[in-house]
């Protein structure tokens, strides 16, 4: 309850004696103005003045984009060289010009320059779409003062501090404006700050009485004044300035303040003046880059580049090392190798240094190899992800057709960790329930109205065992029209018939009660329907239920509120004014808010609506009538999973309410620290001695398909953790209907509602209640592992309240809590605060060490959502808070099934079987050129042709690896969802373990030495052709190069088991690449060409050596993964293997 | 309502459609059991007959290799090799006997195979000009020849290590008095010949420094003729290699005894290499090499062994 309730500025602050002058701060911190942090001036409606013009505050032109047109090219090109990869290739660029490079340079340099421009581009697209945004923003148009009688329209991007501006109905504030007036007469004004704070219900602010009066151009143009503020700043509830007007000061507070980011409703227009402009707005202040998310799989991937480099440096140094002693042998007398001219040779290749020969020989080996690191894997992954995001905004099996959402992965970043989740941390309300509150049953009177059963209680009905005669749960569209939030049905008392029910006179004042205790405001919509502005959706329930039974509720002004009743004697509709005088507010500590009205008999009433523990207490003797049935009903309401509310009513005579009126007026005036609690003294002081009408209930609907959801999730061994802020009751039922806690798991249930608390509690000393609490809940969490321990067949439920977990969590006892919770299949926190959720969710991450989730809808959640490793918010009723900070956002909890078990296993596969490839291909590249050099004494002479190996990585291997990490899939969509254990190799991370990457680089080494000794003692010594000629060089490099590019994309056709016509044609069509590549390569002339020149159309392409040599090597390297994958899969098969046999 | 269902259905058909939903029609081939046994048994049908086809080839080739690096250094000056071969006083044409074991078909090919000898090496691949080769003197930039580029301010042509370090030995074959006619044209490249080697580019100023590299060549002949030194300038891939000398263009009966006259003036002893004189036939698949059919028939068989025992293992744990 307290969760809808969080709004602390409410809409009851429109009647005109609710105080809308509470002094904002206390006068000290008015004080500080002028002072540092302090200074800001705005002179009102003078934005050209010589004194603004001087203090040159920034313009309203707001940007968001990361990059300039200016700054674009130095800065993403410092973002791309943080990698270290990155440095490593531009520093071998850069040498690769030197005499060092065993290559030429140009053949290195563009392959860099293509990786590089590909992420630049990538990011310079992003950028631009940000752009876009702002561009949108920056031109929308607000009407101005010009100064010379009139208001006239410019761009946002335009608007100066001290502007005065004119926002109409509908319409977002340009910047951060000082409200002067509104379109209501006292300067009241009403804003939706959903993009601020995520909180959907609207808010009021309150123009000061001296500026509310300037309402036309006419006074508009006369309007003069200064305000003196804080700097700008980014917290949004506070605002400290003092307005200068007519020679008074006035302190301006964060009522008179209108936000940019929020909208104005309900109000036709508002005059502001522009205080803080673009950046300096609060919305902007607030903005920064959220946490950057990594995946387990790139830091892993970090950690292999780094096995890779300490390979790199192992291989060079053994080539260097060799280098040195050969070299060193040449310094003989008569020359050993003369033909090398050791006699007059440069330092590279100095026999008489041989130290310092091998050392730059190790940096020339260092570039050489360094073709096993694989420079395009960053960028490949990174397209790989945009496009996998792609395919998960597309996803129609996502896609809520009722609110048209489509699922949105705002991160591309971490596709992968979907499918390795292990634990699932959910909000409740709006995520596993709709936070759409239906009335659905009421007790007046100790009688209990409302047919049908809700879905817990036909899930409680199941688990009981009783058999139902026929399915009743209640189905919004089985009789009648439906209307939103309302879902009553008795014959008893709907069409009037109350009247003639035996408590008809209760009933009457129970919904007048219903229709009147409420702050909600009335609506007219074009089609003359009456909506409701209520800031929660159960008072919108309470206020929807009275306007059906009869009781519409459709006038709110400052002191009234009118009702259409139907009036029992005469049958027909009446108008009744009910006179408001107070209106107590609900605030999470009383938990009841009253009314008190004059009837239009002028009969002094106070009704009252709360909690049950509140207002059972608060009955007075001769109103206790029905206390043990209605009691008893809202007993079986909240097992049913209902939320229940007391209603009691109470008359109050003219003398003592006045007195009491009386002194409630000077409280409300007062000023000081205590005010608050002295206006709660008060309010109890009247709130006593009620008479009991009855109990609402309203259901909290489930949302569609999170049973089920939740089974699939459950069976694919994700832990699932509800944190919310429901009472210990419902949240377990709601546990049971959407089946997190299911028949024969045993509940341990950890709580401090016990009766030796209670105790202590009223006896209000903190010390000795912490130390119990303590003590008590420490004995719990030893009795429930000693529970756990006897009983390992039995699945374990835990239940924790707030006030437990706050205990639990303490460091000492965190641990032990941390391995009972660890040891139950499931964990519902119930009454747990959104600071707590964040803790937990911390807890969870750190403690398990594997990938959390977390979901939510609301502002509430969004700690959570930032906490762990991923957060989807749910894109709801709730406003996009939640959305705006999470990495996925989905229309509803049920497609959270189709995110992780489908997109989320595809991605992680896909990545995980991308990456493992990425090593091999370049292992097997690379270790082709060292076994090349251990046959050229380590010279460091590359085998191939340089622009063989400078397109190796961008050209013929590329596209296919692309191609599995986009689109492979081991089995369908819907087989996924079949079989949700599959989701295991994920969350096991079976297909990144250190094992297979070894595996695959073993596999990358074992081809390479296959390939090299295969080919050279194939195609050398002898003639390779019948016309005598034998293999040089050139060809030599060729056929290996040939078998290379055949290996890797042949493997790759091997171990992926999906093949569309994209797949086909990257792979086949990349060794297609190949051998076109050779045909223009080799008859561009000979001066670019060098050693390629005619190599294949003249020498290779006619001998069938080379052809057979190429498919034999071919061949011979698959057959080593062939065998291991033929055995695996038949002897000891993964889920997915398992799956796909059965397929077949 | 049927409208938009209709149209909704309608783009449900198209390829783009099914394309974002990642359902676009696709082969996904299981390895089943039969599927593993059917292609090791393929795999090793195929590999076994080709391997057998490859070394029935490799057989049919005559092969007659001569190693004559230690047997041309006359028995006095075998302890210091390298002095030998580096004092031109010394005469240095030997005769060696090649017995034909089997019938050699023309043309028959003659190579001469250096051992442990790096044209792979990194400096002294690069240490040419292709531009120089084809464009001759009028080319300047030959930085990359180096330390043989230059000769009292003059160019070299051809520059570099490879062109200075060519090989000299010649062979002459007498077959029953008779000199046997040894064609020394197209041995090298067509395309090296045409388009890197350059027709009106001669030698200038070559083996004309203090320290005397390899061969000489004639300085009135244009290099795109001097078909030595093309074969020469292929450098090897690897330490041990053949280079093509010339074919002999008439057939060889068994037993006959061929005489090989031989200038023996290549320096090879200063690093230990061998030097051989080869003569072989052709065949389809080139010269004579067991290890590719060899190669063949070990996949095949391996292929077979493995079919066999999957199908064992999978008939003893039968799921």
Redesign the interface.
């Known amino acids: 309850m307290a969760r809808v309730r969080k709004s602390s500025i409410h809409l009851s602050k429109l009647c005109s004696f609710s105080c809308c002058c509470r002094p904002p701060s206390t006068t000290d911190e008015h004080a500080r103005i002028g002072q540092k942090g302090y200074s800001r001036v705005v002179y009102c409606n003078e934005p050209d003045s010589q004194e603004q013009i001087r203090l040159n505050y920034r313009g309203n032109y707001v940007s968001t984009t990361k990059y300039t047109a200016a700054n674009f090219i130095p800065k993403s090109l410092f973002e791309q060289f943080r990698r270290v990869a990155n440095v490593y290739f531009l520093v071998v660029a850069c040498v690769s010009f030197s005499p060092l490079a065993?290559y030429s340079g140009p053949s290195i340099v563009v392959p860099l320059i293509i990786v590089i421009g590909a992420t630049m581009a990538k990011e310079g697209i992003e950028d631009w779409h940000r752009r876009i945004q702002d561009v949108e923003a920056n031109n929308r148009q607000v009407e101005v003062y010009d100064g010379n009688g009139s208001f006239k329209e410019i761009k946002w991007k335009d608007i100066c501090v001290g502007d005065l501006v004119k926002v109409h109905k509908d319409e977002y504030f340009p910047a951060d404006l000082f409200l002067l007036s509104s379109g209501y007469q006292d300067g009241v004004c009403y804003v939706e700050t959903m993009n601020l704070d995520g909180e959907t219900n609207l808010k009021s602010k309150h123009a000061l009485g001296v500026t509310s009066v300037i309402r036309d151009v006419e006074t508009v143009k006369g309007f003069r004044a200064v305000i003196k503020c804080e700097d700008p700043n980014e917290h949004l509830y506070s605002f400290i300035g003092t307005l200068y007007y007519e020679c008074q000061q006035y302190s301006l507070s964060p009522q008179q303040i209108l936000l940019r980011g929020s909208k104005l409703k309900n109000t036709d227009y508002i005059y502001g003046v522009v205080i803080f402009t673009g950046h300096d707005t609060k919305v902007m202040q607030n903005a920064m880059d959220p946490p950057s998310k990594r995946t387990r799989i790139e830091r892993r991937m970090d950690k292999i580049i780094y096995v890779l480099f300490i390979t790199l440096i192992l291989v060079s140094f053994i080539g260097s090392l060799s280098f040195g002693i050969e070299t060193k042998k040449d310094n003989?007398g008569?020359?050993?190798?003369?033909?090398?001219?050791p006699?007059?040779?440069?330092v590279?290749?100095d026999p008489r240094r041989p130290l310092v020969a091998a050392f730059l020989h190790f940096l020339t080996g260092l570039m050489l190899y360094g073709y096993l690191i694989p420079i395009s894997l960053y960028v490949s992954i990174e397209i790989c992800k945009v496009l996998q995001s792609i395919?998960i905004n597309?996803?129609?099996?996502m896609y809520d057709e009722q609110t048209e959402r489509p699922a949105h992965a705002r991160t591309s970043n971490l596709n992968e960790e979907l499918g390795q989740v292990y634990t699932i941390l959910s909000d409740k309300t709006g995520t596993l329930t709709c936070n759409s509150m239906e009335f659905v049953k009421c007790s007046i009177a100790g009688t209990a109205y409302g047919r049908g059963m809700t879905e817990v209680e036909v899930a409680l009905a199941r688990k009981s065992g009783e058999i139902l005669d026929e399915p009743m749960a209640i189905d919004a569209v089985e009789s009648g029209e439906y209307v939103k939030g309302f879902n009553f049905r008795d014959e008893r008392i709907m069409d009037g018939k109350w009247m003639d029910e035996p408590h008809s006179d209760v009933i009457q004042k129970f919904f007048r009660v219903l229709g009147t205790c409420h702050t909600a405001v009335p609506e007219v919509t074009e089609s003359d329907q009456i909506v409701y502005e209520a800031e929660s959706a159960d008072e919108a329930a309470f206020v929807i239920a009275a306007r059906e039974v009869g009781f519409q509720f459709f006038v709110r002004d400052q002191t009234s509120i009118q009702l259409h009743e139907l009036d029992p004697i005469s049958g027909k509709t009446v108008d009744r004014v009910y006179e408001l005088l107070n209106v107590l507010e609900f605030s999470s500590a009383r938990r009841r808010m009253s009314v008190i009205i004059r009837s239009p008999e002028k009969q002094l009433l106070l009704l009252a609506k709360g909690a049950d523990s509140v207002m059972f207490e608060r009955l007075s003797e001769h109103g206790r009538m029905f206390k043990v049935q209605t009691k008893e009903h809202i007993e079986r309401y909240s097992e049913a999973g209902l939320r229940t509310m007391v209603v009691a009513y109470r008359e109050l005579d003219d003398d003592g309410y006045k007195m009491w009126e009386q002194e409630y007026a000077k409280a409300k005036t007062s000023v000081g620290a205590d005010r608050d609690d002295l206006l709660d003294e008060l309010a109890d002081r009247i709130e006593r001695d009620l008479i009991l009408l009855g109990a609402t209930a309203v259901e909290d609907k489930l949302q569609k398909g999170v049973p089920s959801c939740i089974d699939k999730l459950a069976r694919a061994r994700i832990r699932i953790w509800v944190l919310t802020g429901d009472k210990k009751g419902t949240a377990i039922n709601i546990g049971y209907a959407c089946g997190l806690l299911r028949p024969g798991m045993k509940q341990i249930v950890i709580t401090l509602e016990l009766p030796q608390i209670e105790e202590l509690e009223k006896q209000g000393d903190k010390d000795i209640i912490a130390q119990a609490s303590l003590e008590s809940v420490e004995q719990q969490i030893r009795d429930g592992k000693s529970q756990v321990a006897k009983e390992s067949s039995t699945e374990f439920g835990l239940i924790i309240d707030g006030k437990s977990l706050f205990f639990a969590v303490d460091e000492n006892r965190v641990n032990c809590f941390m391995d009972l919770a660890m040891s139950c299949a499931t964990v519902i926190c119930c009454r747990s605060s959104p600071k707590q959720k964040a803790v937990v969710t911390r807890l969870v991450k750190s403690v398990t060490g594997k990938t959390t989730l977390a979901i939510g809808d609301g502002a509430n959640d969004v700690g959570m959502i930032q906490e762990a490793d991923i957060g989807v918010g749910i894109s709801g009723v709730e406003g996009m808070q939640a959305v705006m900070s999470s990495d996925f956002s989905i229309a509803q909890f049920r497609f959270l099934e189709n995110l992780l078990l489908v997109h989320g296993h595809?991605c992680y596969r896909r990545i995980a079987m991308m990456i493992c490839y990425f090593f091999y291909k370049n292992i097997t590249f690379g270790f082709t050129l060292f076994w090349f050099e251990v046959?050229?004494?380590f010279?460091?002479?590359p085998a191939y042709n340089d622009w063989y190996m400078s397109c190796y990585n961008v050209l013929f291997t590329s596209l296919p690896v692309i191609a599995l990490g986009v689109?492979d899939?081991d089995v369908?969509?819907s087989l996924c969802l079949e079989h949700p254990l599959l989701y295991q190799e994920g969350v096991q991370n079976i297909l990144f373990r250190w094992i297979r990457i070894l595996g695959w680089m073993f596999n990358g080494v074992l081809s390479s030495i296959i390939i090299f000794f295969?080919t050279?003692?194939?195609?050398?010594?002898?003639?390779?052709?019948?016309?005598?000629?034998?293999?040089?060089?050139?060809?030599?490099?060729l056929t290996m190069y040939t078998c290379v590019v055949l290996t890797v994309n042949c493997q790759m056709a091997l171990s992926i088991?999906?093949?569309?016509?994209?797949q086909h044609l990257f792979i086949w069509g990349s060794i297609t690449l190949w051998f076109i590549f050779l045909l223009v390569y080799g008859s561009i002339?000979?001066?670019l060409s060098?050693t390629a020149?005619?190599v294949f159309i003249?020498?290779c392409g006619p001998?069938?050596?080379f052809w057979?040599?190429a498919l034999?090597v071919a061949?011979?390297t698959l057959?080593p993964l062939?065998?291991y994958?033929?055995?695996q899969?038949?002897?000891r098969p993964m889920e997915h293997d398992k799956i796909?046999?059965r397929?077949? | 309502m049927t409208d938009p269902n209709r149209e909704r259905y309608r783009i449900r058909e198209t390829a783009f459609y099914l394309f974002?939903?990642?359902?676009?029609?696709?082969?996904?081939?299981?390895?089943?059991?039969g599927w593993?046994i059917t292609?090791?048994l393929f795999?090793g049908l195929i590999?076994i007959p080709?391997g057998l086809v490859?070394l029935r080839a490799s057989h049919s080739?005559v092969?007659i290799v001569d190693r004559y690096d230690i047997e041309c250094v006359p028995e006095s000056s075998r302890i210091d090799k390298?002095s030998y071969i580096?004092d031109d006083s010394i005469p240095k044409n030997c005769s060696r006997f090649m017995k034909v074991r089997k019938y050699m078909k023309a043309?028959i090919?003659i190579?001469y195979q250096l051992d442990n000898?790096?044209?792979?090496?990194?400096?002294?691949?690069k240490s040419r000009s292709?531009?120089q080769l084809?464009h001759g003197r009028k080319y300047h930039d030959t930085s990359s020849c180096?330390?043989?580029e230059l000769n009292n301010g003059q160019p070299i042509v051809p520059c570099g290590?490879i062109a200075?370090?060519l090989f000299n030995d010649s062979f002459t074959f007498i077959r029953e008095r008779a000199e046997l006619k040894v064609n020394r044209k197209n041995i090298a490249?067509?395309?090296d010949r045409d388009?890197?080697f350059g027709k009106n580019v001669h030698p200038f100023s070559f083996q004309n420094g203090t320290?005397i590299?390899?061969g000489k060549l004639y300085p009135k002949i244009p290099l795109s003729d001097q078909e030595d030194l093309i074969v020469w300038m292929?450098?090897?891939?690897?330490?041990?290699?053949?280079?093509?000398y010339g074919?002999i263009e008439e057939d060889l009966d068994v037993d006959d005894v061929i005489v090989v006259n031989l200038m023996n003036n290549y320096?090879t002893y200063?690093?230990g290499g061998k030097k051989k004189l080869v003569l072989?036939t052709?065949?389809?698949?080139?010269?004579?090499?067991n290890?590719?059919g060899h190669?063949?028939i070990i996949?095949g068989c391996?292929?077979l062994v493995?079919a066999i025992v999957?199908t064992l293992?999978?008939l003893k744990?039968r799921r």
């Open positions: 065993p003989g008569d020359y050993r190798r003369w033909y090398l001219r006699d007059s040779t440069t590279f290749f395919f597309q996803d129609q099996a595809w046959y050229a004494s010279s460091g002479q689109f899939q369908s969509a295969l050279i003692n194939s195609i050398t010594g002898q003639a390779f052709r019948n016309d005598g000629h034998v293999a040089d060089y050139s060809v030599l490099g088991n999906y093949f569309t016509w994209i002339p000979p001066p060098t020149y005619k003249e020498a001998s069938i050596r057979l040599t034999l061949i011979t057959l062939f065998t994958r033929a055995f899969t038949r002897f796909q046999t397929r077949s | 974002t939903q990642q359902s676009l029609p696709a082969c996904k081939p299981v390895l089943t059991p593993v292609i090791f795999m590999f080709v490859t080739v092969e390298i580096q043309p090919n190579y000898y790096y044209q792979n090496h990194r400096r002294y691949v292709d531009k084809l180096q330390p043989v290590l200075w370090s490249w067509k395309s388009h890197k320290l590299g390899g292929r450098t090897s891939a690897l330490p041990s290699f053949r280079k093509l074919r320096n200063s690093f072989s052709s065949s389809w698949l080139g010269g004579k090499n290890f590719l190669a063949c996949v391996s292929s493995l999957f293992l999978h744990y």
